[in-house]
């Protein structure tokens, strides 16, 4: 693996990977927090449009020139972050850079373009709102990063897409698809310098002026408890707490916490104490997002609109118990081997890994991989688990149920 820097300073990370396929993206430091009041959606509705036209090609030329080759191309956006990226077959290696090259230093947003697209979005907004496991967690965060740019849809809302036209998309790119905002990645079988040539060629002529965004931290979050009622046959319910961000030293001790507590294994507590023991939940998770300077963990329980209250407080005895006592060497190395062993698992999955090596990049100027993680994983200690515990349970309740 090596890390370049591309003479107008946009930096690389190249992997030369065994096998037959080759993954490369480009990650930019934007997102849904990033807009403007005015045009909100406008991120995700850039990663839309940002195929349908460049000087060179027409949208149709765009898409198929990865897919003609059995290859693919498409992109995704958060609060903080777009990736665009493709896959294919190896030896394709120089069309993909070119051709992510082209979208982003010149995509045009064709009007007639837009129009077409501007529908598949509303669409996709009206058919997410019909899914309240979905919608419970965006109305979450309107509340607990209320006064924020992490507070809104990504998606924005129907009307505030239908303001939005091929300018504002252009100037999106302009300010945030920039070489101090961007990071590639390219983890293909072929010679790694080759590809950093190749990332020269392509990428190299880019000088957009411009720079990270600037943000503004969330402000402090009061309690809530609400209930949205929607005449549904089940309870969607989120217990939440508002943490640090994600340079925080504290992150590996809370990544473990989360994975103990309600992580995607059956033994997590909590589907233990909800699902196995009392048959209150069908699901029962926990996640932990971590931004540049805000953080949430959060709890989903889908249970029956009787049981969401007491779903809520045996949550809440869960994390108390773990803010009381500190787990035993031996319990605690159990946990720590569990949640290593997944990151194991989970690097099988080479595109992931890819896109991982970017956003390290972009976030931390260094990749931590597998390894690196691992690493640090078996350096927290039984205490400091505990510390984050107590962290979560001093915080006021931060509960919503769409039911």
Known sequence: MKIITLSNGLRA????????????????????????????????????????????????????????????????????????????PAGYAERAIELLADIIADSRFPAREIERERE?????????????????????EERIFAGSGLAHNILGSPESVR???????????????????????????????KIARLLER??????????????????????????IRRDGHQAHTITGFRLFGRRDPRRFALYLLNNYLGGPCMNSRLNQELREKRGLVYTVDSSVALLSDAGLMQVYCGSDPEAANKCVRLVRREIERLASDTLSPRAFRAIVDQYCGQLLVSSANRENMAM???????????????????ERLRRVTPTELREIAELLASQPLQRLTLC
């Not at 940002?50 to 090609?57: A, L, M, P, Q, S």
């Not at 598949?120 to 919608?135: F, G, R």
Request: negative net charge; contains cysteine.
């Open 356 to 374: 991982s090596m970017a956003k390290s990049l972009m976030y931390f100027d260094e990749i931590i991989d597998v390894a690196t993680s691992a």
């Open 13 to 88: 990370v190249i992997d030369q990977i065994p096998g037959y396929v080759s993954y490369i993206g480009v990650a930019i430091g934007a997102g849904s927090r990033d807009e403007s009041e005015d045009r909100y959606g406008l991120a995700h509705f850039v990663e839309h449009t940002i195929f349908k036209g460049t000087t060179r090609r027409r949208s149709w030329h765009i898409s198929n020139r990865m897919e003609s080759i059995g290859g693919e191309l498409n992109a995704y956006t958060s609060k903080e972050e777009t990736m665009v990226y493709t896959n294919a």
């Open 163 to 193: 303001a939005l036209d091929g300018e504002d998309c252009r100037a999106f790119l302009d300010r945030f698809y920039t070489p101090a905002n961007m990071v590639i990645y390219a983890a293909d079988p072929g010679n790694p310098d």
């Open 202 to 227: 392509y990428f190299g002529p880019l000088h957009f002026p411009g720079s990270a965004p600037l943000r503004t931290p969330p402000p402090p979050c009061r309690g809530f408890d609400d209930v």
């Open 120 to 140: 598949v979005v509303i669409e996709e907004i009206n058919s997410y709102l019909d899914s309240p496991q979905d919608a419970v967690f965006d109305e979450f």
